[in-house]
């Protein structure tokens, strides 16, 4: 069975602080993706990026960078110079690759920035 | 590019109706869409994968036949609530899967029942 830790509940850092949400997974699955969405107030889930198992390079883009450890089975999200409009419930998820591969969601992170 | 959307954003109903809720992909095709419950402060729950031309599959604990679910085409799933109650009152989102195995969201609906 897949499972997604997002062992932070609430975060709350002050405009321009760096700051990293963890992720850990399991997965018996050879071959998996891994997801970042962010849920702002409004409600709707946006994709930040999509991981393949094969491809453990870290990623940035922007303010935003993940760092992907598959020795330690864990999808980390940094943000830098954080920003109030980053306030929002982030998920980590987790899937496999078949055809009717179904999404495992962490619990959320709540991040509150504070001006 | 990857836009979902849904309809309504919002509704509110009397006990004993029965809602539909659209979810459309706006700029691709999608086999697979899935619809989703959301509890205040909580993770996504899946209710069902849905795939075009064929019965959704639900998941274990969800009603088929309280939470109907069309897909009659490539860019549009339907959730119908049928008969529903205050406890059925939730946040649903809806998404939908592209060749590239991601899945993009649309916005919700929040659905209250009086």
């Known amino acids: 069975a897949q499972k997604v830790t997002q062992a932070q509940t609430e975060i709350s850092v002050v405009e321009k602080e760096d700051v990293t949400l963890d992720c850990v997974y399991e997965?018996?699955?050879?071959?998996?993706?891994l997801f970042w969405y962010k849920q702002p107030p409004s409600g709707e889930l946006v994709f930040l990026i999509r991981?393949?198992?094969?491809?453990?390079q870290n990623e940035i883009s922007g303010r935003y960078s993940w760092n992907f450890q598959k020795s330690t089975s864990s999808f980390n999200f940094t943000i830098t110079a954080s920003q109030v409009v980053d306030s929002a419930v982030y998920f980590c998820a987790l899937s496999d690759t078949g055809a009717n591969s179904k999404l495992t969601f962490g619990k959320g992170i709540t991040l509150s920035v504070r001006p | 590019g990857a836009v979902v959307s849904q309809h309504p954003s919002w509704v509110i109903c009397k006990s004993g109706t029965s809602v539909k809720i659209e979810c459309r992909s706006l700029d691709f095709q999608a086999t697979t869409m899935f619809w989703y419950r959301q509890f205040p402060k909580q993770s996504l729950m899946l209710m069902a994968t849905s795939n075009e031309g064929s019965k959704a599959t639900y998941e274990q604990g969800v009603e088929k036949d309280k939470f109907l679910i069309n897909h009659a085409s490539l860019t549009l799933s339907t959730l119908t609530v049928t008969s529903a109650h205050p406890e059925d009152s939730s946040f649903y989102i809806c998404?939908?899967?592209?060749?590239?195995?991601?899945?993009?969201f649309g916005p919700g609906t929040r659905l209250t029942v009086l």
């Open positions: 997965t018996r699955d050879t071959t998996y993706y």
């Open positions: 998404s939908a899967k592209t060749h590239a195995d991601t899945q993009y």
């Open positions: 991981r393949n198992s094969f491809d453990e």
